[in-house]
């Protein structure tokens, strides 16, 4: 069956290192991937999406790999910051591409 | 634009009660989704729908039901409420012209205990 793996355990990092958060597939063939984040009692936001024929993608601060290859997508928050503290979610597409199926995501707690 | 709003916030039912947890989004987007969130558990797909009329079962649909009469509005359904609906309920909308590959704008969420 489909499934989507996120590191379950919270990561926990210092102000200004980089945060690498790890989503793995298997039984998987998506067309695009595509992480949010989410903070305590609100829905998900978007962030990046990344096609399968894009390695890398940016914005500002963050980085997404995605490796079709080891079926699995890293994210990075460079200079990260206490705000950037909140669980993020990877999610890939499902339904002939109509809807997204998310793993359970990793918290991230960044401290000063 | 309010994007997707969702009513109620929170609400209590007790078991075999029956409610519908509204939501309407203003961005004129054709898609719409209904998910579930349990505690340390990961979005689960309830249903969806790729405009007004067309509705789709997800990976959870049992026990609810949807309709989408208008672009706006995507209502859910649950009729006899049973403890495993507990549970926090977010709806989403995306644009998206052939496959859904636009990002999702999620509501605030509805909050559902079952007693």
């Known amino acids: 069956s489909q499934k989507i793996e996120q590191n379950s355990e919270a990561l926990n990092i210092q102000e200004g290192k980089t945060a690498t958060l790890t989503c793995n597939y298997t039984?998987?063939?998506?067309?695009?991937l595509q992480w949010y984040r989410q903070d305590p009692g609100r829905g998900p936001v978007f962030l990046l999406l990344i096609r399968e024929n894009e390695k890398e993608k940016r914005k500002e601060r963050l980085k997404v790999t995605f490796d079709t290859t080891l079926k699995q997508s890293l994210f990075h928050i460079t200079a990260s910051q206490p705000a950037d503290s909140a669980t993020y979610l990877c999610a890939l597409d499902i339904h002939s591409g109509y809807a997204l199926n998310f793993g359970k995501g990793t918290s991230l707690l960044v401290t000063p | 634009n309010a994007g997707v709003t969702q009513t109620p916030k929170f609400r209590i039912l007790k078991i075999g009660q029956s409610m519908t947890l509204q939501c309407t989004q203003d961005m004129n987007h054709n898609y719409m989704y209904w998910y579930r969130q349990d505690p340390g558990m990961g979005l689960k797909l309830i249903y969806y729908s790729v405009g007004a009329g067309i509705t789709d079962k997800g990976e959870v649909p049992n026990g609810y039901n949807v309709s989408r009469s208008t672009t706006e509005d995507f209502p859910l359904r649950l009729e006899l409420a049973a403890p495993s609906q507990t549970s926090v309920y977010f709806c989403?909308?995306?644009?998206?012209?052939?496959?859904?590959?636009?990002?999702?704008?999620f509501g605030p969420g509805t909050r559902l205990t079952v007693l």
């Open positions: 989403a909308s995306s644009y998206s012209s052939g496959g859904g590959h636009n990002e999702q704008f």
């Open positions: 039984n998987y063939s998506p067309a695009y």
